[in-house]
């Protein structure tokens, strides 16, 4: 029989992209940047969100990729017409697939990878080093944002908790990714971040994630700050009730999994393996019958 610190490191380790999931993700990406390098002229390029910050769960479907632009070069005074310009070179390049606009990116799909691209165009601040301006066509407006000082949020926050708080994004990823992705990605990850001061690298991964949804319930309708401090709340937009739903959701994963480590701290490791596949799906193992 498992313990459930053995099962949640044979979970933690399955949810990593393979070697080969790795070695193609870098290599499509650096050939949808050197396309629209030649195509559009970005001076270089950032691997934002999930895949950029080592948070991303396997099977890999999206990678965000920053296209930066001279400070007073590409830009175009509409946000609509950047994204527009983008998807046009990206259709141009890559014959035969519809490229998508999306809010702040333009999204391009690869069925033979089953990866996606979200390109976002962004033009360099002139007089603020690793500012960027990005459009939102929601806002109607360009918006500044950091992609880089999201990526050094993350990783203090991870190397306070032990090296432990990615596994738990990633997790708490697969959970929310079960139930339609109701959280959006970023925004999980950022509380996540904020909330990893009331975690302790000494307790497992079942009691710190237990304490997780409880602390993320009380937290998913509050106001959340963009972590570098530059672009609008993250869940600016979002309806009250989604965030309500979300709330409930998150009260009950938290009953469930309270009463998960209550069972596992009583010696009763079959029904706490129980109860946390029945959080985190089925890949969670209940039985030492998967390799590592």
Same mark, same amino acid.
Request: proline share 6%; with cysteine; charged share 30%.
């Given at each position: 029989?498992?313990?459930?610190?053995?099962?949640?490191?044979?979970?933690?380790?399955?949810?990593?992209?393979?070697?080969?999931?790795?070695?193609?993700?870098?290599?499509?990406?650096?050939?949808?940047?050197?396309?629209?390098?030649?195509?559009?002229?970005?001076?270089?390029?950032?691997?934002?969100?999930?895949?950029?910050?080592?948070?991303?769960?396997?099977?890999?479907?999206?990678?965000?990729?920053?296209?930066?632009?001279?400070?007073?070069?590409?830009?175009?005074?509409?946000?609509?017409?950047?994204?527009?310009?983008?998807?046009?070179?990206?259709?141009?390049?890559?014959?035969?697939?519809?490229?998508?606009?999306?809010?702040?990116?333009?999204?391009?799909?690869?069925?033979?990878?089953?990866?996606?691209?979200?390109?976002?165009?962004?033009?360099?601040?002139?007089?603020?080093?690793?500012?960027?301006?990005?459009?939102?066509?929601?806002?109607?407006?360009?918006?500044?944002?950091?992609?880089?000082?999201?990526?050094?949020?993350?990783?203090?926050?991870?190397?306070?908790?032990?090296?432990?708080?990615?596994?738990?994004?990633?997790?708490?990823?697969?959970?929310?990714?079960?139930?339609?992705?109701?959280?959006?990605?970023?925004?999980?990850?950022?509380?996540? &971040?904020?909330?990893?001061?009331?975690?302790?690298?000494?307790?497992?991964?079942?009691?710190?994630?237990?304490?997780?949804?409880?602390?993320?319930?009380?937290?998913?309708?509050?106001? &959340?700050?963009?972590?570098?401090?530059?672009?609008?709340?993250?869940?600016?937009?979002?309806?009250?009730?989604?965030?309500?739903?979300?709330?409930?959701?998150?009260?009950?994963?938290?009953?469930?999994?309270?009463?998960?480590?209550?069972?596992?701290?009583?010696?009763?490791?079959?029904?706490?393996?129980?109860?946390?596949?029945?959080?985190?799906?089925?890949?969670?193992?209940?039985?030492?019958?998967?390799?590592?």
């Amino acid at each position: 029989m498992l313990t459930v610190a053995q099962a949640f490191e044979l979970f933690v380790q399955d949810l990593r992209l393979r070697d080969g999931e790795e070695r193609e993700a870098q290599r499509q990406q650096e050939y949808v940047f050197n396309a629209m390098r030649q195509r559009l002229g970005p001076k270089e390029s950032i691997l934002s969100g999930s895949y950029g910050r080592k948070t991303a769960i396997r099977p890999l479907h999206d990678i965000d990729l920053f296209l930066i632009f001279s400070a007073g070069g590409s830009r175009r005074a509409v946000p609509e017409a950047m994204l527009l310009w983008v998807k046009e070179a990206l259709e141009d390049e890559f014959r035969g697939k519809q490229a998508r606009i999306q809010n702040r990116s333009v999204n391009i799909e690869f069925k033979t990878t089953g990866i996606g691209f979200d390109v976002v165009p962004a033009i360099a601040d002139g007089k603020h080093p690793e500012v960027y301006w990005i459009p939102d066509r929601r806002r109607g407006e360009w918006i500044p944002s950091n992609p880089r000082a999201h990526h050094a949020a993350c990783n203090a926050a991870n190397e306070r908790m032990g090296m432990k708080l990615k596994p738990l994004i990633k997790s708490l990823k697969r959970w929310n990714q079960l139930r339609g992705k109701p959280v959006p990605s970023f925004l999980l990850e950022v509380l996540v &971040c904020e909330c990893g001061d009331s975690l302790s690298p000494d307790d497992g991964y079942s009691d710190n994630m237990a304490r997780l949804f409880t602390l993320l319930r009380e937290r998913i309708s509050q106001r &959340c700050p963009e972590p570098a401090g530059l672009g609008p709340p993250l869940n600016e937009g979002i309806d009250l009730g989604y965030l309500q739903q979300d709330q409930q959701r998150l009260t009950e994963a938290s009953r469930k999994a309270i009463r998960a480590v209550e069972m596992e701290h009583q010696g009763n490791m079959s029904l706490a393996l129980e109860s946390w596949r029945e959080l985190l799906g089925t890949d969670f193992p209940v039985r030492l019958s998967r390799s590592v």
